[in-house]
């Protein structure tokens, strides 16, 4: 689904989850996804998109809801790195310390994030001050071996955020070489075990995840929409991999009765992506709104 948005700050769309009234606590997503070395805008010649994105229109969007509201989480769903010239120059270390002056709160390791190999995400690693999360991507022995984290876990406004991260089956994406060492494990049984570590072990009041796995396919491949109709417990996905503009988010009904939100937002940055949640007292969901914007 395309989004059809204008410039700056646009695409409210209100929908409750529960019924229930506005008050309590008010917690701001925002989220990237799959920005390929994007750092300045498309070309004004661009066939698609042109004179859209850039980094610094992003930072700008970035302060301006962080002043219109402290508790918030900016979170990336992977594939940072691959697609311009930065890329090739600066093999990633760029997009990390841009996203580090950014504030972001966690980033999912995408396929492309191997294109360097394991030793080549290692050497750019320390320039992000933000956790590289994944659950499904085991690096124990690798470089990147207690570096990337299984979650994470944020305190906002009273709630505590449970975040985890899923990357695709390296089958047909990322060449054995570059990937040495990872074991990748299926994601629902990760899923699974993920949602209940941070529900019953650290209490969390909300479960994020992080996901490169891909919106929806017409095969047997698990995607964002799989895991929120299969895994109880999960209230947002934040998708990539398939660059997939969704105009709205998606709501899933789980085995539970109760649903899970799936976002995402296309590619190359030309989307921040906003949700807000509501809390109640009881720190339960109640509502929430979307405000994504369209960056150009």
């Not at 990336?76 to 990390?96: H, I, K, R, S």
Request: glycine residues 12%.
């Amino acid at each position: 689904m395309v989004m059809g948005l204008g410039a700056g700050l646009t695409g409210y769309f209100p929908w409750s989850l529960q019924a229930g009234r506005r008050d309590g606590i008010r917690l701001t997503i925002m989220h990237t996804n799959d920005t390929h070395g994007r750092i300045d805008p498309f070309p004004g010649d661009a066939p698609e998109y042109a004179g859209m994105g850039g980094v610094a229109r992003r930072s700008t969007l970035i302060r301006q809801v962080r002043d219109e509201n402290p508790n918030c989480l900016l979170l990336d769903a992977g594939d940072v790195f691959q697609g311009t010239p930065y890329f090739n120059e600066y093999n990633g270390a760029l997009d990390f310390r841009i996203m580090s002056r950014m504030g972001y709160d966690a980033c999912n390791i995408g396929n492309h994030e191997f294109d360097n190999g394991v030793q080549g995400l290692r050497n750019v690693a320390d320039h992000a001050t933000f956790p590289l999360v994944s659950s499904n991507y085991n690096f124990a022995n690798t470089p990147m071996g207690g570096i990337v984290q299984e979650y994470v876990i944020k305190k906002k406004g009273g709630l505590k955020i449970g975040i985890f991260g899923l990357g695709i089956d390296f089958q047909n994406l990322v060449s054995k070489h570059l990937r040495e060492g990872v074991r990748y494990t299926d994601p629902l049984s990760v899923s699974r075990e993920a949602v209940s570590i941070l529900r019953n072990d650290y209490r969390c009041d909300m479960v994020i995840c992080l996901s490169h796995l891909g919106f929806e396919y017409s095969d047997s491949r698990i995607s964002d929409r799989v895991i929120a109709g299969e895994v109880d417990g999960i209230d947002l996905i934040v998708g990539g991999h398939t660059h997939t503009f969704l105009d709205r988010p998606e709501r899933i009904t789980r085995p539970d009765g109760r649903n899970t939100v799936i976002t995402q937002a296309g590619f190359g940055g030309i989307i921040l992506g906003r949700i807000d949640f509501q809390f109640n007292e009881r720190k339960q969901i109640t509502a929430t709104e979307t405000m994504n914007s369209r960056i150009g």
